[in-house]
């Protein structure tokens, strides 16, 4: 399996970003998908994990994650954005359902796409 994040980029304080995570190799209907994020300076904390076509941890209303099974793809959601919200975004997957996802637990992980949140 392998994991590749897109959609990261430079937007305006109040501004939305949506990323995706495509996977490859193996349908994602047996993994959780996490979303991590890592800002400069600071521990890497999760975001999101769904599975089974449910959301089953987001870190705040502003998140929501969703899935396009057709394109093996989990999007994440980022809206009013602030620039606390700067940092590298990563996916994960862990073989399993329900909310499974732990930043040591994961078993595959992408290269993560950087979302910066500047005025």
């Known amino acids: 399996l392998q994991l590749e994040e897109s959609g990261g980029g430079l937007v305006h304080p109040g501004g939305s970003l949506r990323l995706a995570c495509t996977a490859s190799?193996?349908?994602?209907?047996?993994?959780?998908i996490g979303w991590f994020r890592q800002a400069p300076g600071r521990g890497r904390e999760m975001v999101s994990c769904?599975?089974?076509?449910t959301a089953h941890f987001s870190l705040n209303s502003r998140f929501t994650t969703s899935i396009r099974k057709a394109w093996n793809t989990v999007y994440l959601q980022l809206n009013s954005l602030n620039p606390e919200d700067t940092a590298m975004y990563y996916c994960?997957?862990?073989?399993?359902?329900?909310?499974?996802?732990?930043?040591?637990?994961?078993?595959?992980w992408g290269k993560g796409t950087l979302v910066t949140v500047s005025s």
């Open positions: 994960a997957a862990r073989a399993g359902s329900g909310n499974i996802c732990r930043e040591g637990g994961m078993d595959y």
């Open positions: 190799g193996v349908s994602l209907d047996y993994y959780a």
């Open positions: 769904f599975s089974d076509g």
